[in-house]
Each structure stands twice: as structure tokens, then as C-alpha cells.
């Protein structure tokens, strides 16, 4: 029994209703010998006489689908006492029983159309107290199918393998999007392990493989254990709310003498959300970097979006995947680019900043610059770790909520000194907390590695500038290699496997000395805009030429690559080991050129939209926006409890982005900012603002 009889199953139910479609069957006499003798019959349409179709045998797929699922050979007594229980409640029409036959999926239509995850009812599955406790567990299926044979029946019930996944892998980063989900509502005496044995046991030989991981399952009220850790994180947030309650009730507007009543003052709400919404020009701040940053940032976001929107169920999922599938998303898929931007920016504000020491000052400050940059990035950062890892777990709850959320929280408890570290990104997807904060970790350790190369491009220009040409180009070889020889792709092309991109993490993405490129270029670029080295007077006609070449550039590093984006793609090593090697330097120099010309006033009416304050409020609070957007995404995705219908505007859902916007300006004005000001109170006069996030 194939696992095309398993998907005849499923559409079976619906058949009738949608398509006038019915199971013809033989003469009595004729159906007991067919079934005997494993005679195979196909649906056909009314008034069709019955053709002989030798794939898929229809009634016995029916007899052996559980119609039922409840783990009666469970490995303890209390879940077989409780699954027969649950049977003889069945047959007593007794409403608990009803309402766990309820809560528990069932094959719905639209299958072909990638309605295939299901999610149940789980606030109904949760809701039954009987004569039983109800458990909810969201099932991992995997159908296996003859690709040659059945590829467009296999590209329908996959939703279009848009990322392809197996039961095993990783789901709380990257989706198990091609495995069906499939919501069971047991006795809560049975384990995960009794369900999939289970399942496991009623659909052998019909090609699907089930996979029940123990923290997909969900109890109401679950009992916690006591978490020092969770005690910390409340008495600090409480600690940090006493502090902002105080510093806003006795601001009096003056600024205090002593340095507790400065203390007070940097919690005050009053005055950083003053500052926040303060839009004048700041004597550090450098022209064309907020509208950067901003763009880039955005163009992040929906990229961001559009990976946390595959965890979801979708009636209509293949059609996500061909949206994914068409030549435009090559922009979507281009994400690390606008990563790449971060790292320019990076590099640019770090040298420019410590290029003014050294005009100054003739020497950097290490340690006061470290010290710095930690009170810059670790508050707010540990914040955030605290917070998603003791108390977002008991915030809300859902289907996917133990995947998405505690999964996260349960990686952030063994793995968190990594981060304080600011080690985290050597270590992979699987054992990093909050997979999107790798780039804090290469940020601050190429940051470290900037110090001493400045103090050589000090003294020495033409060995600091080799020194620079030297490691980027070690940096770009090393990518080339990685990308060859372990098959992987910094494009996210379609149909990759999960595994794909973890290893793409692991052995490139996320490790400074294979981003070193772009950053090394944006220090380049200080150096030389510093030490006026590119004062140029262009014509009319040489702006135009400059803003071509700008778009050209643009257009050719994002849209290269596209081929990989479409279906059908089959994995290339060249291809994708020139992209990851090239792209970098060919975003790289259209960013000096677009960077430069703004500088230069060479953006005519452009400057209007370069120059506008959404730019510079959004630099207030960009920190907080690139920290909270995977949290907010992973909650909206675990507390979802039914499939909806997709369409490409969910990308800019109005609420989420809305969400994302004001807790960043609240995290912004409520850690952000006071503890920069601490730094400020405490470990020097007041220091030039870093702005290299």
C-alpha cells in the first residue's frame, strides 16, 4: 500500500460534495470477491461504469484509517484504562468523550490545494475534564511517495516543497513545512510516545511515517518547576519598572546633582520619550545612514515575515509556495543582502567613530569603547533573552506555541552564556538562543577585531589598507570553499531542505570570518571619506552616470541569481559558490557608490525622501525593531488556531507590524536608553553616541 492510497483516503470524504465525484462499487457478490482477492478499484465519475485501475485499493484504505485515534496498547495501565474509557464514552454519547472525538482532526477538502495541516480544536481538546483530563498533541506526518510516478500529486499534498522537511527535523527556527500536521486529542495519561506508536501502528504500509515530539503536547494548567532563573528575570524586570516608576513620578525637569538622582532622571519615561520623538540633527550624525538603515531594515522585516508565515497552516498553501516560486521573489530570497547592509553600516560607523578618536586624541580608548559598545548592545539583548526564556512561555498557549516559543525558551536555558559571551554564533541554529541575534555576536567580535586594525591604519596607511584587501579576500575565498564543499547556499533557492540551511548557518552565514567582506568595505570607506580622499565635483551627466551604475549594480546583485527561486531548481555548486562569493563585494560597492553620493549632495530630489524624519525616528528604535520582530512573528504563529486563507498582503500584516513598532519604541525608552545614559552617569563624561547597530 502506497502513500497515494493514504491521500485517496483523505480526499475521499470531500469528493462528493466538491466535485460530483463518487466510489462506484461492484454488485455485492462482485465486491466480496474483490475485496478477498484484492481486486483495486478507482473513484470514478457518476454514470461511469467501474474500470479496473491497478494503484490504489480504495476499501481497504478505508477499513484500515483509524476512524478513532486513542492509544489503547499504551505503555502504562492508567492510558489504557483511560482510552477504553474514552471508547465506552463513545458509545454513551457522554459529551466529554464527544467533545475529545471532536477536538481531534479530521480529512478535510482542499487537500490538493495545501489544506493539509490540521490543527483540531485544541482550546476544546484542553477543555475536557471527565471522566478523563484531555491532552492535545500536534503529530508530525510525512508521506513518502514514487517521485517519478506521482511528482504532481507530490508537489500538491507538500504545498509545493517551497522548504522541504522531514518529521526529525529542527521546527522552532526554520518550518517543518513540508510535514502535515495533524492535531490528536488523548487522555492525558498517555504519552507522546503512545500516540505515535499509535498512528504509527494504524497507518503502517500506507507510506507515511509519524513522528509525536513529546513537547508538542499540551496539558491545561502543566505544572512547572521552580526556576531560579525565572525568579531572577521577574525581580529584574521588577526592579527596572520600581526604577522607571520612580525616575517618572519625581522628574521635575532639572537635571539632578548627584549621580542617584541622574539615575533616576535616565529612567524617567517623560524624558526619553521626549528624546525619542526628537527628530533634530545630531552633531555625530552621519547623512544618507538612517535612510540606509531604514530601508534595508524593512526589506529585512518582510524577508523575516515571510519565514515565520510558513510555520502557519494555509488552506490555500500551495499557492504561498508559487508566490515564492514566481521571478519577483528573487528579492525576498536575496535577504542576506540586506544583512549585508548591517554589516557595511557596521563597519563605516566603527571606523568613523574611532578614526574621530584618533584625530583627537591621537589613541583609541579600548577599554572605554568596549565598555561602551557592551552598555550599547548587552542590556537590552539580555532583556530580551530573559524575557522570552522565563516569561513568554506562560504568556498564552497554542498548537504550535511549544515549538515556536518554549522550544526557544528551552534552548535559551542551556545555551544563554553563550550569548552573554557574545559567543553564541559559533555554535549553529540548533543550540543558539534566539537564532536572529547571531549577527550581535559578529557585530561585536569583527567590532573587537576593528580596534587594532584602525591603530595600524593609523600609523601605517599603505600596510592597514593592504592588511583590510588582504582579509577580504581571504574572507570572500573561504565563502566560495564553503558553499562548494558542503553543498549548501547563502540564496535561499526554492525547494532547499531544512538541513540545507542550517548547515548554510553553520559553516558560513553566521561566522565573521566568512561576512568580513562588506564590513571591511564600509571600513575602507570611512578611511578614505575621512581623510578626504574622494572629494569629486561630478557634472550632470557624471550624477546620472553615478546613479546607473548605483541601479545597475543593485539590480544585478539581487536579480542574478534568480533562476534558483523558481520551482524546479536543481541545487548547482558554481552558481551558488560565485553568488556567495561575488555578491558581497558587488553590494559593497554599490553601497560606497549610493553611500557617497549622498554624502556629496548628489541625490537632488531624492534628498526629500532621504532626509525625511521617518528615517530618523526609525534610527531611535532600530535596535529594538531588529530584537523583538522574531518574538512578535513566533507568538502571533503559536497562538494561531486554525488555517486561513493566504494572500500576499499578510506580509504587511497592519496589527503585527504595528506590534513590532510600539513595543520597540517601549523597549527603546525603557532599557535601550536608560542604560546607555548609566554608562554615561557612571563610567565617563559624555561619550560621542555609537550608532553602528
Known sequence: ????????????????????????????SLLTESILNGTIFRLTARNESIERYPQVNIMNLFNRFPKVVVPRNGTNEQCR????????????????????????????SGILSGNGNQYGDFDECLSVDGAVQGKYCLASLQITFDKERYRELDYLIHSGHYIRSNVTDMGHRVPRYSSLLWGVCI????????????????LAGLGMRVKVHNTMCTVKNPKRPYSFGKTLSITFFLA???????????????????NFEKLLNAFSLKRNLK??????????????????????????????????????????????SAVFGMPWAVVGRSAILYTDSFLYLSGFLNAHNLLQDLDKKGTIDVKGRLLARWFRLFPLFLSLMLFCTYILPDVNNGPQWNLVVEEHSRVCEKTMWKSFLFIHNYFGFEEMCLTHTHQ?????????????????????????????????????????????????????????????????????????????????????????????????????????????TCLSLAAVTIVSP?????????????????FSALSPILWGVFMCLTHWGICNDYAGIGTIFIESPVFKFFNKIAYGVYLT?????????????????????LLVHAPEMISIFLVSILTTVTIEMPFNKVYRIYFGKSQTKLKDK
Not at 492510497?5 to 454488485?27: F, G, M, S
Not at 474509557?85 to 471532536?102: H, R, S
Not at 487522555?187 to 494504524?202: A, N, V
Not at 527596572?240 to 548627584?258: A, C, I, N, Q
Request: aromatic fraction near 10%; charged fraction near 15%; charge should be neutral.
Open 562 to 578: 534568480y533562476r534558483m527561486g523558481l520551482e524546479g531548481y536543481q541545487y548547482e555548486h558554481t552558481p551558488a559558490a560565485l
Open 187 to 202: 487522555p492525558s495519561s498517555c504519552s507522546s510516545f503512545d500516540l505515535e506508536e499509535e498512528l504509527s501502528h494504524s
Open 629 to 649: 520582530q522574531f518574538p512578535i512573528f513566533f507568538y502571533n504563529v503559536g497562538v494561531q488556531r486554525h488555517a486561513e486563507h493566504y494572500n500576499p498582503l
Open 81 to 108: 484504562i483511560d482510552s477504553q474509557m474514552f471508547l465506552d464514552g463513545l458509545d454513551n454519547l457522554e459529551l466529554w468523550a464527544l467533545k475529545m472525538f471532536d477536538a481531534t482532526a479530521k480529512p478535510p
Open 440 to 548: 550581535i555576536g559578529m557585530d561585536m567580535q569583527l567590532y573587537v577585531a576593528t580596534l587594532p586594525l584602525m591603530l595600524v591604519l593609523a600609523k601605517s596607511r599603505t600596510l592597514g589598507l593592504s592588511l583590510i584587501f588582504l582579509v577580504a579576500a581571504a574572507s570572500t575565498v573561504l565563502r566560495y570553499l564553503a558553499i562548494y564543499w558542503y553543498d549548501i547556499s547563502m540564496f535561499v533557492y526554492y525547494g532547499i531542505s531544512v538541513q540545507k540551511l542550517l548547515d548554510a548557518a553553520r559553516f558560513s552565514y553566521i561566522l565573521p570570518t566568512h561576512r568580513a567582506t562588506i564590513y571591511l568595505i564600509g571600513v575602507a570607506m570611512a578611511y578614505f571619506m575621512r581623510n578626504n580622499k574622494l572629494n569629486l565635483a561630478l557634472s550632470k551627466n557624471q550624477v546620472r552616470l553615478l546613479w546607473l
Open 275 to 320: 528624546k525619542v520623538f526628537d527628530l533634530s540633527d545630531t552633531p555625530t550624525r552621519v547623512k544618507g545612514v538612517d535612510a540606509i538603515r531604514g530601508v534595508n531594515a524593512f526589506a529585512l522585516l518582510i524577508a523575516h515575515k515571510s519565514m515565520a508565515m510558513a510555520h502557519n497552516p494555509y488552506v490555500n498553501k500551495v499557492h504561498f
Open 240 to 258: 527596572v519598572l520600581l526604577l522607571l516608576s520612580l525616575g517618572t513620578l519625581l522628574d521635575d525637569g532639572k537635571e539632578g546633582d548627584t
Open 1 to 28: 500500500m502506497d502513500a497515494r492510497a493514504c491521500v485517496v483516503l483523505l480526499l475521499a470524504a470531500a469528493a462528493a460534495a466538491r466535485d460530483c465525484i463518487e466510489l462506484t462499487l461492484p454488485p455485492k
